[in-house]
């Protein structure tokens, strides 16, 4: 029997960890997960095991956190979980949305992803929150993709019917575009800017990208110096 730190192992502590490492393994082989995500689920599947598990010497909550602990650890050895690899896959994909450095650090942080690694990896990722507002702004229509709003239409509902006869007009992305927004006010403008600012673009941002007219703001995500078109830094 293996003996660590906490002396030796108990037979039920054994099984526990056999039990873990097989979770693991599972969960790994199904989903992308940061190191803080597996030890939750590990967690939580061990503490379930235990309480529907009779046993006479059951491992006490130190012991559990023991072997979560050692089973991530074994997990990011093997490369099964990578934090860094994880926040690269989700900023590359956020950006591609249009998400802001803002929205994208708060979602990693909370998924236990360190604020150093996040800030390197959205630095290394190339693309700035101007241009990611544009194309947030080109990917939900609003701004200077908004279509005009026809007086038979005033909520602008028509404009985000697909193809498929959905409304865009529910929050079904996640994105915030609701038909709250687009009857909270009679200005498309002031409606695109909540729109902007609740994804975690900025003021400054959000302001610019509306103002802009489509050719402009075209002519601004084709470029790769942001700065030649008047784009502010903030």
């Known amino acids: 029997m293996d003996e660590d730190s906490r002396g030796p192992r108990t037979a039920e502590t054994e099984r526990l960890a056999a039990y873990l490492r097989r979770a693991a393994l599972a969960h790994c082989a199904r989903y992308a997960a940061t190191e803080a995500d597996l030890a939750r689920i590990l967690e939580r599947k061990a503490l379930r095991r235990l309480a529907l598990t009779a046993s006479d010497d059951p491992p006490d909550r130190s012991a559990v956190d023991d072997l979560v602990a050692r089973t991530v650890a074994s997990c990011r050895k093997l490369g099964l979980v990578d934090d860094r690899g994880y926040a690269e896959l989700k900023v590359g994909s956020g950006r591609r949305r249009g998400l802001s450095s803002a929205r994208l650090t708060e979602t990693l942080a909370a998924r236990g992803v360190d604020r150093g690694t996040i800030a390197e990896t959205l630095a290394e990722d190339g693309t700035d929150d101007r241009r990611a507002a544009l194309i947030f702004a080109r990917r939900k229509r609003i701004g200077p993709w908004r279509r005009p709003v026809h007086a038979d239409d005033p909520d602008g509902a028509a404009e985000e019917v697909g193809a498929d006869g959905a409304s865009g007009t529910d929050d079904a992305s996640g994105d915030g575009i609701d038909r709250r ?27 610019w990208v509306v103002g802009l007219d489509l050719d402009s703001a075209e002519a601004a995500l084709d470029s790769d110096d942001g700065s030649q078109n008047g784009i502010p830094q903030k």
């Open 181 to 207: 927004d687009r009857r909270r006010t009679a200005d498309p403008r002031q409606r695109d800017l909540a729109i902007l600012c609740r994804n975690g673009h900025s003021p400054t941002i959000a302001r």
